[in-house]
């Protein structure tokens, strides 16, 4: 585990820097706070956290797994990361996994009940389980995601799992922020092939057919129909075909073919140089995506910018307009505006 000294910045607030040593030095209630900072929405609280993923950047190993869970609701994905991420634990790994809760639209509540779901994972001194609320959040991710997975991977975690809220369109999102993505389906859960999406089929990786202890028969003859789904989709990794691996949560068959395979995967990619090229696309993506969400967090937080946002909110809903129409007047003005001053 990194245990090198931060250096020190007087302009940044004492507390982080404490926060920031002891993330490095495996702390888990300061990762646990530093996740619940990375997660505020406060402005001052998103200038700290920004602050606090600078000062732990560098400390993080130099190699690491990321990968996603995901799948339909009931698939099991819960307890196969608590199967996998012990198999991984017994091969010297240190696990971290960040679980995202769908968020109820009308209460904007989360059951937050991971960690009762992974006993074993929660417990155990080498792992670390956080479960968070999607807030809304498509992509079956929550936005301080990346962020929580760079303070796991501070504190020596070499193996961070993201567990997403569901499978669906949109879930393709979480691909930009690991390595790999894992795909937990089940048998006999109606016209499996209509059911899923072929967005999420494009960056499969591996894929668990779930509850093999349930229904042996059915859950081998849908190992076959995915591999004949997923042979003639273009291949992620040159070289690299989805494997289609029959499994138990329950009673851990299957779980040693999922880890081999992710170690595969992963010694190959990084061989060949497609991880780490991998990663450079999702920093940019990052930086993108930062500097879309603070032009947009300028113009809504000015008082120019949210008084002429609240008129032509109105204006919108009237339906007296298109509202596309009304958002480039909206940044044409703001844009003005700033070429003025």
């Known amino acids: 585990m990194n245990r090198t000294r931060l250096n020190s910045d007087t302009n940044e607030h004492p507390h982080l820097r404490a926060m920031a040593e002891a993330v490095c030095h ?3 209630a300061a990762l646990s ?16 956290a920004t602050q606090l993923l600078d000062m732990v950047w560098s400390k993080r190993p130099a190699k690491t797994l990321r990968f996603a869970v995901t799948g339909p609701p009931g698939a099991g994905k819960s307890t196969l990361i608590e199967r996998l991420g012990s198999h991984m634990l017994a091969r010297d790994r240190r696990v971290a996994v960040l679980a995202v809760d769908p968020t109820s639209r009308r209460t904007g509540g989360s059951i937050l009940g991971d960690k009762t779901r992974m006993p074993r994972l929660a417990t155990h001194p080498e792992a670390f389980v956080r479960p968070s ?3 809304g959040n498509l992509g079956g991710v929550t936005r301080s995601t990346r962020d929580a997975v760079v303070l796991c991977e501070a504190a020596g975690f070499d193996t961070t799992i993201v567990e997403t809220v569901g499978v669906g369109q949109s879930e393709v999102e979480v691909d930009n922020l690991v390595d790999f993505v894992v ?5 006999g859960a109606g016209d499996e092939l ?13 894929l668990a057919v779930n509850k093999l202890d349930v229904d042996r028969e059915a859950a081998l003859a849908a190992r ?8 003639i989709m273009e291949p992620r990794f040159e070289g690299w075909r989805a494997p289609v691996v029959a499994c138990s949560a329950v009673s851990g068959e299957g779980i040693e073919e999922i880890a081999d395979a992710l170690d595969r995967l992963d010694v190959a990619t990084t061989d060949s140089g497609t991880k780490q090229r991998r990663r450079s696309d999702q920093l940019r993506n990052w930086f993108t995506n930062s500097v879309r969400d603070l032009i947009v967090e300028r113009v809504l937080t000015t008082p120019a910018g949210a008084g002429r946002m609240d008129s032509l909110l109105d204006e919108a809903a009237s339906g007296s307009r298109n509202p596309t129409a009304l958002a480039r007047e909206l940044v044409a003005e703001l844009a003005t505006r700033e070429a003025v001053t």
């Open 26 to 28: 495996g702390d888990r």
């Open 33 to 48: 706070r530093a996740i619940t900072l990375v997660e505020s929405t406060r402005d001052a609280d998103r200038i700290h």
């Open 133 to 135: 609320p999607s807030a």
């Open 183 to 187: 795909l937990v389906l089940l048998a």
């Open 194 to 206: 209509q059911g899923i999406k072929r967005g999420i089929l494009e960056v499969v990786d591996v």
């Open 224 to 231: 076959r129909l995915y591999r004949t789904a997923l042979s």
